[in-house]
């Protein structure tokens, strides 16, 4: 299955959540592992060291499964798709509080919502003779 919709995003998306947490970097030098206010990436998006490390792992899971298989890609796309739409809801209630580790902010929340749209669509949707599990 080469041509597969969830191989594919999850390749694409894996590759850019890589990149983003190595950008990030560039703007935390100066900000606290979990500090509640971090550097701004590309100006807008708001990250602290621990929300780095955090893209770097969604990345390379999604960047993994993308290459790995049909299966793979669909189950990791739909698991992450999730995530994003927990956290893109949660993310609004605790932007300024102290439960805040990842130094989230508007832009990101909007950004998290998008992606799990997009993951959790084509997750859904896509590759239907694809089985989500192994059968015994």
Do not use: C, Q
């Given at each position: 299955m080469r041509t597969s919709p969830n191989r594919l995003i999850a390749t694409v998306f894996g590759s850019v959540y890589v990149l983003v947490g190595l950008l990030g970097f560039a703007v935390t030098g100066s900000v606290g592992f979990i500090a509640t206010?971090?550097?701004l990436l590309?100006?807008?998006f708001e990250v602290n060291p621990l929300h780095?490390?955090?893209h770097l792992l969604i990345g390379a899971a999604l960047l993994i499964a993308g290459l790995s298989n049909a299966m793979a890609a669909k189950a990791t796309n739909t698991t992450i798709?999730?995530?994003y739409l927990l956290l893109g809801i949660v993310g609004?209630?605790?932007a300024s509080t102290s439960l805040n580790i990842l130094a989230l902010?508007?832009?990101d929340h909007f950004l998290?919502?998008?992606s799990a749209i997009v993951l959790l669509g084509v997750g859904l949707t896509a590759d239907k003779t694809v089985?989500?599990?192994a059968t015994v």
């Amino acid at each position: 299955m080469r041509t597969s919709p969830n191989r594919l995003i999850a390749t694409v998306f894996g590759s850019v959540y890589v990149l983003v947490g190595l950008l990030g970097f560039a703007v935390t030098g100066s900000v606290g592992f979990i500090a509640t206010e971090g550097g701004l990436l590309l100006g807008i998006f708001e990250v602290n060291p621990l929300h780095n490390v955090a893209h770097l792992l969604i990345g390379a899971a999604l960047l993994i499964a993308g290459l790995s298989n049909a299966m793979a890609a669909k189950a990791t796309n739909t698991t992450i798709g999730s995530v994003y739409l927990l956290l893109g809801i949660v993310g609004f209630f605790i932007a300024s509080t102290s439960l805040n580790i990842l130094a989230l902010n508007t832009a990101d929340h909007f950004l998290h919502l998008a992606s799990a749209i997009v993951l959790l669509g084509v997750g859904l949707t896509a590759d239907k003779t694809v089985r989500n599990h192994a059968t015994v």
